[in-house]
């Protein structure tokens, strides 16, 4: 048994994301191109519906870098979101490692950042499917 169990948090079972949130993460992506667009992701009955924008979010350079020590407590946040100034949405190793740290589920958009330019990993990093819904 590990010392935590977190396989029965409502936050693993996060399996919708909503189409305008999508839609948003996709216009974020597109104007920060060529430069990463990072945000956390919010969800709440397990369907995504929320960005959460941090100050210390840094978009830029060759990775997008998430600053743990900015989040809130906040157990609505179930994962994170980043873009790819390329037409690759698989987790770089830095990408996994994030993963592994933080959160139930991840997103990564990649150009042209079309509605179906995405995938979704679960902490393991294994791609994991979310519906998008109304
Ligand atoms: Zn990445």
Request: charged letters at 25%.
């Given at each position: 048994m590990p010392l935590f169990d977190f396989s029965n948090d409502p936050r693993a079972k996060v399996d919708r994301i909503r189409k305008r949130t999508l839609k948003m993460i996709m216009e974020a992506s597109k104007s920060s191109y060529p430069s990463e667009f990072a945000a956390f992701l919010r969800a709440e009955e397990g369907v995504i519906r929320e960005l959460v924008l941090l100050p210390g979010t840094v978009s830029g350079g060759s990775h997008a870098i998430f600053?743990?020590?900015?989040?809130?407590?906040?157990?609505?946040i179930v994962g994170t979101v980043h873009s790819h100034p390329s037409p690759v949405s698989l987790p770089s190793d830095a990408d996994l490692e994030l993963f592994r740290k933080y959160g139930w589920v991840h997103m990564i958009t990649r150009a042209?950042?079309?509605?179906?330019?995405w995938n979704a990993y679960s902490g393991r990093g294994e791609m994991i499917d979310l519906k998008v819904v109304d």
């Amino acid at each position: 048994m590990p010392l935590f169990d977190f396989s029965n948090d409502p936050r693993a079972k996060v399996d919708r994301i909503r189409k305008r949130t999508l839609k948003m993460i996709m216009e974020a992506s597109k104007s920060s191109y060529p430069s990463e667009f990072a945000a956390f992701l919010r969800a709440e009955e397990g369907v995504i519906r929320e960005l959460v924008l941090l100050p210390g979010t840094v978009s830029g350079g060759s990775h997008a870098i998430f600053r743990m020590s900015m989040l809130p407590v906040d157990f609505t946040i179930v994962g994170t979101v980043h873009s790819h100034p390329s037409p690759v949405s698989l987790p770089s190793d830095a990408d996994l490692e994030l993963f592994r740290k933080y959160g139930w589920v991840h997103m990564i958009t990649r150009a042209p950042y079309e509605m179906d330019c995405w995938n979704a990993y679960s902490g393991r990093g294994e791609m994991i499917d979310l519906k998008v819904v109304d």
